[in-house]
């Protein structure tokens, strides 16, 4: 067996024993190679089928995030409001599974999110303030969809009077 093979089945065993997501950068330090080979393993892996999600805050396995209902809302907001936006879904039992914008040319851009902690959403605001990057909303005026992981209806209905409330949740 070569060490590819071995260092992508030890990623999935890895990923399969974890309920936080893992990073390329610590999977790169832990086999001794550059985190492009570990993007490298992580689309053979995903080419052969398995189920691994990239989010800002790494990898994770979809098997790991099953359960729930899910629904997507449409809100808008400047980035200054993505904090308060996180943390109404949050605050309520939701998970941002992901968010969703439409762009002109390539159609529907999806960026794996899984934020269902205040945890994640620090995770993910220190991320986005130190790669300097744009939220994909930026592409849409702050219009955008999110997918929503939640247990029971009423979880979801507080969530949307909350963002409405907030001036966050989408109307015509």
């Known amino acids: 067996m070569t060490d590819g093979i071995k260092r992508r089945q030890a990623i999935l065993n890895q990923l399969g024993k974890s309920e936080k997501p893992i990073s390329a950068t610590r999977f790169a330090k832990e086999f001794g190679v550059s985190r492009q080979i570990i993007v490298g393993d992580v689309a053979l892996l995903r080419a ?5 999600i990239a989010t800002a805050r790494g ?8 359960g729930g209902l899910l629904k997507k809302i449409a809100v808008q907001h400047e980035a200054k409001d993505t904090r308060i936006e996180l943390e109404t ?40 303030r130190n790669t300097n990057a744009n939220l994909l909303s930026d592409l849409t005026n702050g219009i955008h969809l999110h997918t929503i992981r939640y247990q029971k209806a009423e979880d979801l209905e507080k969530i949307e009077a909350a963002l409405l409330a907030a001036g966050i949740l989408y109307r015509e």
């Open 89 to 128: 879904i949050v605050k309520y039992g939701g998970e941002v599974v992901d968010v969703i914008v439409e762009h002109a040319l390539y159609g529907e851009l999806v960026g794996g999110l899984h934020i269902k902690t205040q945890a994640d959403i620090e995770a993910f605001l220190k991320e986005y």
């Open 59 to 66: 990898y994770l396995l979809e098997t790991g995030h099953t």
């Open 48 to 52: 052969a089928g398995e189920e691994i």
